[in-house]
């Protein structure tokens, strides 16, 4: 069983950044892909960012340029860099590790971006 807690959202103005953080619980991280979803109110869940355990990433279009995926192996922690943040980025941001059949999630944590 692997745990996953994200924490680091809150309010933030537009233009403004947030660095997201989530923290596995679990022997497999190190090998594991992760990967940020969000998921906004009336709206499917979408892929934000990923990053493989050999540190390839990859980004949705929407966030290419302003948001920075990257992963510290030795604290078991994968961190999402927001910056420009824009009010459509308003969502909860979900953590995600997949290795082979193994799919886990955090709760999630919640990002509002408004004036």
């Known amino acids: 069983q692997v745990q996953l807690v994200e924490s680091g959202g809150g309010l933030v103005q537009p233009g403004g950044s947030l660095r997201l953080s989530c923290a596995a619980a679990g022997s497999i991280f190190s090998i594991a892909t992760m990967g940020w979803y969000r998921q906004a109110p009336g709206k499917q869940r979408e892929l934000v960012a990923g990053?493989?355990?050999?540190?390839?990433?990859n980004y949705a279009d929407s966030v290419k340029g302003r948001f920075t995926i990257s992963r510290d192996n030795a604290k078991n922690t994968v961190y999402l860099q927001m910056n420009s943040l824009k009010p459509e980025d308003t969502a909860v941001y979900y953590c995600?590790?997949?290795?082979?059949?193994?799919?886990?999630w955090g709760k999630g944590t919640l990002v509002t971006v408004s004036s």
């Open positions: 990053i493989t355990s050999g540190g390839t990433t």
């Open positions: 995600n590790l997949r290795h082979g059949v193994m799919n886990y």
